[in-house]
Each structure stands twice: as C-alpha cells, then as structure tokens.
C-alpha cells in the first residue's frame, strides 16, 4: 500500500502470461523440479512444490532453468537471479525469477514460448464465453 491507500506502482518492465510449463531449476548443479506460473520476457515465477527441503536461496542468488514445452525438442536453457521468496501460501512458497541476458536463440525460444501461452490463454476465455453463452 502507498501511502495515500492504493496499492503500489507497477514496477514490471514485462508483461507476463499465465503458463503451466515444467522447469528444472538447478541450485548449486542439484536440480529441483518446478511448475512455470508466469513468465515473461524479464523472468519468471515458479512453483517448487511443498516446501522444497534445503532449497534456501538468498536475493541474488544465481540459479539454472531449463524451460520445457511439449512437442518442443530442447528445453528453454536460462540463467536467472533470486528476485523474492513469495511465502503467502506458507506449505507452496513460489519463488520469483530475473533472467539473466540471453543469446538470441534463447531469447526466440522465449518469445515463442509467451506467444504460444498468450494464445492459449485466448482459446481458453474464448472457450469460457462460448460455454456461458450456451447456458
């Protein structure tokens, strides 16, 4: 909150879409498996399951994804920076991503992946409207 009562700015440089894609996070070369909640051109937020046991990682931190989209052959290979723990839910803490700079293969690979989970997210609200239509 600011302090005239709203909610703070928007800070995102990014716009970011709703996914449900699979990741490997890889915290010191152990990787962790993890679902993709979002993601953006800027980063991403991941859900690591239960309270993931010693996975602590501190703002900064670096860690390794690989992104990975079915009928895609190689997975999405990324650096990322620890931005925040997000521990609302305490038993599903999601932890927020800041890519790294990219090669241009991977930053396509990227586009490609928000595109296709755009479109997705279109074909499902048209879906919705047409089913509450219907009714």
Known sequence: MTEH?????????????????RATMKVRGVPHG??????????????LGPAPAGVLLDKGELVSLEIRERGREAPLAADARVVLWNTAAADRPLLAVQFEPMADEATEILEDLLSEAIAELRRRTFLARARTSAD
């Open 5 to 21: 009562g709203g909610p703070p700015p928007e800070r995102r440089r990014h716009p970011r879409a709703l996914t449900d894609l």
């Open 34 to 47: 993890a679902r993709i909640i979002n993601l953006s051109m800027g980063g991403a937020l991941l859900d």
